[in-house]
């Protein structure tokens, strides 16, 4: 095996963390105005992913980092053509930062109204995104001879890599009802494990709707293995979230993310770009992919860099690992 593909499996792996990091995350956002009756429960949904939402942003960083110097060909043809959606995504990502910020420093209800939507909106925004741009790298793109997109910047814009962001945002409503029921208690525990039972079916059909797209066009046995093992998690985090296991749900929709981006990335290997135009100009790993001399200096620093963010990650993770309800929230006071 070589240093590149190494590293094509390693941003699969950061991929994969991203969803499933940043699912819960952006979850909780979605349904920030929705399942909270009153402020001091939206003050729980915010305070569950308080110290962790900056640090699983961090996984999208390293996965486009990473991507630009591994495969500065994929990075510079898949990003540039998904210009639109990345701008929005980013924007959004830094309205909702600020938002998480900003809705405690004035005691008014409509301020803390108004923050609500931002964070709501920044919430929908990215996961839509980044499934319109893992569907566009998957399913491919009309590409020249020299890895350029042709036609319109809305060439990404299609059927299926729309299916795609909306599977991906699909999973993430999902896994952030899931997420505050392992996470609160009382009556808002109750009600995000009961949304989860009644979204989980629904949000099903895209994702399971795309990955058939994705195996059908590309394919394999072992890429038809990973789709069943999302199909049976999936079926898993109902019975369980049923069952009142909300620890062992929440573990199974983790399964099934990461075999969907098995399923993705193998249907993928060893291309990373497919065109549409021509499958000549389709861009593959050893096309696009850096000197052996870079992804060894790559494969240094992550070894020992790695475990280190990885440690302190689950770290912090242990620290905020108890549930929290509304009478852990203090009263509001002005600043």
């Known amino acids: 095996m070589t240093l590149a593909i190494v590293w094509f499996c390693v941003i699969a792996f950061f991929w994969a963390g991203y969803l499933f990091l940043e699912g819960f995350d952006f979850g909780v956002g979605m349904l920030l105005p929705f399942l909270a009756r009153d402020n001091t429960e939206r003050r729980v949904m915010v305070n569950t992913i308080g110290p962790v939402w900056d640090g699983n942003e961090v996984w999208v960083i390293v996965a486009g980092g990473a991507m630009f110097a591994a495969f500065p060909g994929w990075y510079a043809s898949l990003f540039s053509a998904a210009y639109l959606p ?29 923050w609500d939507r931002v964070i709501m909106i920044g919430s929908w925004i990215p996961p839509l995104g980044v499934g319109l741009v893992l569907a566009t790298s998957v399913l491919g ?37 899931a997420f505050l029921a392992l996470k609160t208690t009382g009556d808002l525990r109750e009600r995000a494990r009961h949304l989860a039972l009644r979204l989980l079916p629904f949000a099903m059909v895209p994702i399971v ?7 059908w066009r590309g394919g394999t046995l072992w890429t038809l293995l990973a789709f069943g093992v999302a199909a049976v998690a999936a079926a898993v985090a109902w019975f369980r979230l049923r069952a009142d296991r909300d620890g062992q749900a929440f573990a199974a ?52 860099g790695a ?29």
């Open 141 to 177: 793109l009309p590409l020249d001879a020299e890895g350029n997109r042709v036609g319109s910047a809305f060439a990404a814009f299609r059927w299926d890599t729309l299916l795609g962001a909306v599977a991906i945002a699909a999973f993430s409503i999902t896994h952030g009802a």
């Open 307 to 335: 475990p280190a963010v990885l440690i302190y990650q689950g770290w912090t993770y242990w620290v905020f690992r108890k549930r929290i309800g509304t009478q852990h929230i203090p009263a509001v006071h002005a600043p």
């Open 209 to 215: 709707a795309f990955l058939a797209v994705v195996q």
């Open 86 to 114: 990345l701008l929005l995504l980013l924007l959004a990502l830094i309205g909702r930062g600020v938002a998480f910020e900003y809705r405690g420093k004035v005691d008014s209800d409509r301020w803390r109204r108004t």
């Open 253 to 304: 929709l983790g399964v099934m993310i990461a075999a969907a981006a098995v399923t993705m990335f193998g249907s993928l290997y060893p291309n990373v770009l497919p065109s549409t135009l021509d499958a000549a100009n389709t861009l593959t790993i050893a096309d696009t992919a850096s000197s052996p001399y870079t992804l060894t200096v790559m494969t240094w620093v992550a070894v020992f």
